[in-house]
């Protein structure tokens, strides 16, 4: 019972964006689930490199608030053989997103035509009379009209936020499928991190959307630039490109990428802030015993530089004094 709802509490993410450096990147990941009596959940998909003190999570829907983040190792066991389950599970999927964007389509064609009812009186003949309008039966089309557009948008909301979750379950398989099949295979078992994250403020079961935000190292950018010109034209065109190289082990096909110039890991010191004294005045404090070199100081001993070193005795026999 105890693996089940570890189990159930395991939620996959999905690689959003990354923004790359000029020496490593930041990545956002996404998921969705229901919040379990504990509020603690697992998100999986974190690469193994992910840095731990750069993990930040938030809560994008649902009402809920973050407490607590941390990032935790885990092993995951993988096989080819989970490739074929992986694509029959991408391909219902799809299937089911692509059922709901028809009846979707179906349900604004229906809202369309009922929008068009109009009430148009009959033309009227030469030799008829003027007839009164029947206001009643304007009205009661016009109630009916509105009474139908209302259940008809009713059950365009919820077709919209069925569309949406199937959307969002496609995405996590075809990112289950795309880690599995382009993982490099360097043994039986892939090292990984998942971020475990605690709520509050949100009832047992509510839908909740997260985001975690972490950086990793091994990932940089090259601008390279391409200027076209003709001769004896009066401009050219400049073309900008970014050459882009990463050893994440994550997979960022298909992901939003951003570049920026700045350093991701620039160090920062906070500055030193002078206490400010409430009160009386008090004394300027004395200044301490070090103070500046007088002016000329390197001149000092300028002379003596310039006379050279001092005549050397020369060695040899001393005589006795008085000795012929």
């Not at 996404?30 to 490199?49: E, W």
């Not at 047992?204 to 935000?213: D, F, K, P």
């Not at 190289?245 to 802030?273: F, H, K």
Request: charged share 25%; net charge neutral; glycine share 10%.
């Amino acid at each position: 019972m105890a693996a089940e709802t570890a189990a159930a509490d395991r939620w996959e993410s999905v690689l959003d964006s990354v923004v790359v450096y000029a020496s490593g990147a930041l990545c956002r990941r996404r998921a969705r689930g229901r919040v379990p009596a504990d509020g603690r959940v697992r998100l999986t998909g974190l690469p193994r490199v992910a840095d731990a003190g750069s993990l930040r999570a938030s809560v994008l829907s649902g009402g809920a608030r973050v407490t607590a983040a941390r990032l935790e190792p885990e092993a995951e066991v993988r096989s080819r053989s989970d490739l074929p389950g992986l694509r029959l599970r991408v391909d219902r999927a799809r299937d089911a997103a692509e059922a709901l964007r028809q009846r979707s389509a179906r349900q604004e064609a229906r809202i369309a035509e009922v929008s068009a009812v109009r009430a148009v009186p009959p033309p009227l003949q030469a030799d008829e009379p003027h007839r009164r309008t029947p206001t009643d039966a304007w009205f009661e089309l016009a109630d009916f009209v509105d009474e139908r557009l209302a259940a008809l948008h009713a059950r365009s909301a919820d077709l919209a936020e069925e569309l949406r979750l199937a959307e969002h379950e496609l995405a996590l398989a075809e990112d289950a499928l795309a880690r599995a099949s382009s993982a490099v295979a360097v043994g039986p078992v892939t090292l990984g991190g998942s971020a475990v994250v605690t709520l509050e403020g949100a009832a047992e079961g509510a839908e909740v959307e997260l985001e975690v935000e972490y950086g990793v190292p091994g990932a940089v950018w090259v601008p390279t630039y391409r200027l076209t010109y003709r001769q004896g034209e009066g401009s050219g065109t400049l073309l900008l490109r970014a050459q882009l190289a990463q050893r994440t082990g994550e997979d960022w096909s298909g992901v939003r990428i951003g570049l920026s110039t700045a350093d991701l890991q620039r160090r920062t010191d906070l500055p030193q802030l002078r206490s400010l004294r409430i009160g009386r005045r008090q004394a300027v404090p004395a200044a301490s015993g070090w103070r500046e070199p007088p002016a000329g100081l390197g001149d000092l001993f300028s002379g003596y530089d310039a006379a050279g070193r001092p005549p050397q005795p020369r060695a040899g026999r001393a005589r006795p004094a008085g000795g012929g």
